[in-house]
C-alpha cells in the first residue's frame, strides 16, 4: 500500500512539475506574442512613414521635371536670340 501511495504521489509531483512547465511556457509564448505584435506596429509605422515619404518625392520630382521643361525652353529661346543678333 505504501508502494502505491510513493507511485501516486510521484505522479501527483511529475503533473504538477508539468503544469508548471506548460505554464511558464505559455507565459513566454504570450510575451513573444506581445513582442512580435509590437513589432509588426512599428513595421507598419515605418511603412506608412516611407509610403508618405515616397509621395512627396514623387511631387517634387514632377515640379523639378516642370522646372527643367521651363528651363530648357529659356535656353532655348537664349541660344536663339544670340544665334539670331
Known amino acids: 500500500m505504501d508502494e502505491l501511495a510513493s507511485m501516486v504521489a510521484a505522479a501527483v509531483e ?16 504570450s510575451e513573444t506574442t506581445g513582442t512580435v505584435s509590437r513589432r509588426l506596429e512599428e513595421l507598419r509605422g515605418a511603412a506608412e512613414r516611407t509610403g508618405t515619404a515616397a509621395e512627396l518625392v514623387r511631387g517634387d520630382a514632377g515640379r523639378v521635371a516642370l522646372e527643367a521643361d521651363k528651363l530648357e525652353k529659356q ?8 544665334a539670331a543678333a
Do not use: L, P, T, Y
Not at 535656353?75 to 544670340?82: A, D
Open 14 to 29: 511529475e503533473q504538477d512539475a508539468a503544469m508548471g512547465q506548460i505554464a511558464r511556457d505559455a507565459e513566454s509564448v
Open 75 to 82: 535656353v532655348v529661346e537664349f541660344v536663339g536670340g544670340v
